[in-house]
């Protein structure tokens, strides 16, 4: 059962809104038919809730609740179509207002739910003293950009850097300007790059940069810039720190993800055996 209501999530996520919207409309059509077409005594209100759930979850609150009011009418209107009689003008108004009550009651639940669990996913996949993607989120990403690329053939740059001298800062500054420190880096990678690109805090002073449809001819510019920002930060704030960073630009696939990731950490750590500060290219695929 959990396996079928998130296979309905999953699609239901990956439509577009007008084409829910147009669902949800047609359910409620189809659901005031047969209600007028069957006897009173049957009652379908209950299965309002598909139409008010797939607008709520899939679209909007707002949408969810214009929903909730059109199914309560339409319950209303096919009932009386219908010929049901009550004892006294007010009862199916009364009972219009409970049914409304529920559905209105059932789209905040849900629009709640959504809400929370689309906090937690964005949370399992940042780090919490950064901002940044963690290792998790960033994987996922470069997972998305390997399937672009096989289908679009468009190349983009993979930049893993270094902290050089961080557990000094650490040791002899305390945890606390550490924390600053690495905030100020994301920071200064964030500024350095398009809304597209990604930024992720892999481990404790390791960051990496996907950068997408970023060629061999921009990579070494867009790379000297980010460690040019860097250093003048670091600087300023007499922090005694560089940076190692290795840059790779993917032309062509490597088998995995883990790969890919690997040849640009690889990269970086020739830099640090080299002696540290420096920028290192590369062209896979080329």
Same mark, same amino acid.
């Given at each position: ?43 379908? @209100? ?13 679209? @909007? ?24 009689? !009550? @004892?006294?003008?007010?009862?199916? !108004? ?6 409304? @009550? ?49 289908? !679009? ?26 924390? &600053? ?5 994301? /920071? ?57 960073? /290795?840059?790779?630009? !993917? ?27 420096? &920028? ?7």
């Amino acid at each position: 059962m959990e396996i079928v209501l998130k296979a309905i999530v999953k699609y239901l996520e990956q439509q577009p809104k007008w084409l829910l919207l147009t669902l949800s409309c047609l359910l409620i059509f189809l659901l005031a038919y047969i209600d007028e077409q069957t006897s009173f005594e049957v009652n379908f @209100s209950s299965f309002y809730l598909v139409p008010i759930l797939i607008s709520s979850w899939g679209i @909007s609150k707002r949408i969810g609740v214009g929903v909730s009011f059109i199914s309560a009418l339409t319950w209303l209107i096919t009932n009386q179509l219908a010929g049901q009689v !009550y @004892s006294h003008w007010l009862i199916p !108004y009364w009972n219009l207002v409970n049914r409304l @009550s529920v559905y209105l009651l059932i789209v905040i639940l849900v629009c709640a739910l959504k809400k929370s669990l689309e906090k937690e996913r964005v949370s399992a996949r940042t780090d919490f003293l950064t901002g940044a993607f963690n290792r998790r989120g960033f994987y996922e990403c470069v997972n998305l950009e390997i399937l672009r690329s096989h289908r !679009y053939q468009r190349p983009f740059t993979v930049v893993y850097l270094d902290l050089d001298n961080f557990k000094i800062i650490n040791d002899s500054l305390g945890h606390q300007t550490g924390d &600053i420190v690495l905030q100020k880096v994301v /920071g200064i990678l964030k500024k350095q790059i398009r809304a597209i690109d990604i930024v992720a805090r892999l481990g404790g002073d390791e960051f990496s940069l996907l950068l997408l449809e970023v060629n061999q001819v921009l990579a070494p510019k867009i790379a000297s810039r980010i460690n040019e920002k860097l250093l003048q930060e670091m600087h300023n704030n007499n922090w005694l720190i560089t940076f190692s960073i /290795g840059v790779v630009t !993917y032309l062509k696939l490597p088998p995995s993800v883990n790969e890919l990731i690997g040849i640009a950490d690889q990269l970086m750590y020739e830099v640090k055996r080299l002696g540290k500060n420096a &920028i290192k290219y590369k062209v896979y695929g080329n």
